[in-house]
């Protein structure tokens, strides 16, 4: 089952109020929030027992919800970008000062995916731009598969959860450095 329009405007005034919601991504479930609301993010973090410092990935629909952060970046890093996107690859970007130090963690870039799974695509062109993004588990937990596993860990904690099921990805996205072309997480 995916969301319906109305599910999607629910989760849009839910995210617009400062809540927190859960949906489907490539491989987990995910907890989302306005990255730009520091009080819906240090929410999101405390749900997930997490430190601000290790900073949250920003999911887009498009490049063009990210285009601000592309600006400058060489055409061999667009094409590298190209290569991946839409799909489960996350990249380091240098921020350039244009997002919050609760969304980068204090580090000079920021960790941008543009994903492939529908609903998540849906969810950010519902609410017109990027959104965090974080596995739905307190830190040192396993990332969950189903709806079931969110509500065992959250419950109520949760302001929604957007209906769906995960893609086929058989693990959570890579993280690459787009400048050193290092692979952070596999």
């Not at 839910?14 to 995910?30: F, H, Q």
């Not at 609301?37 to 949250?56: I, T």
């Not at 952060?69 to 690859?89: C, F, I, V």
């Amino acid at each position: 089952m995916s969301a319906t329009p109305l599910r999607l405007q629910e989760a849009v005034r839910t995210l617009a109020a400062g809540g927190v919601v859960a949906c489907p991504t490539e491989a987990v479930w995910g907890l989302s929030c306005d990255p730009d609301n520091l009080d819906a993010v240090e929410r999101l973090l405390a749900l997930k027992q997490r430190p601000m410092d290790k900073g949250v990935i920003l999911v887009a629909a498009s490049t063009d919800q990210v285009a601000a952060l592309l600006e400058g970046l060489t055409e061999a890093q667009h094409s590298k970008l190209a290569l991946s996107w839409p799909g489960p690859t996350t990249w380091l970007i240098p921020h350039r000062g244009l997002v919050p130090a609760w969304i980068h963690g204090g580090r000079e870039s920021v960790a941008v995916r543009v994903t492939a799974h529908p609903g998540m695509a849906a969810l950010c062109r519902a609410w017109g731009g990027p959104l965090v993004s974080t596995s739905a588990n307190r830190s040192g937990c396993q990332a969950p598969r189903s709806a079931f596993q969110v509500q065992r860990y959250f419950g109520a904690e949760l302001d929604a959860l957007v209906p769906g099921a995960v893609g086929g990805a058989a693990r959570p996205s890579v993280i690459r450095d787009l400048l050193t072309d290092q692979i952070i997480r596999t």
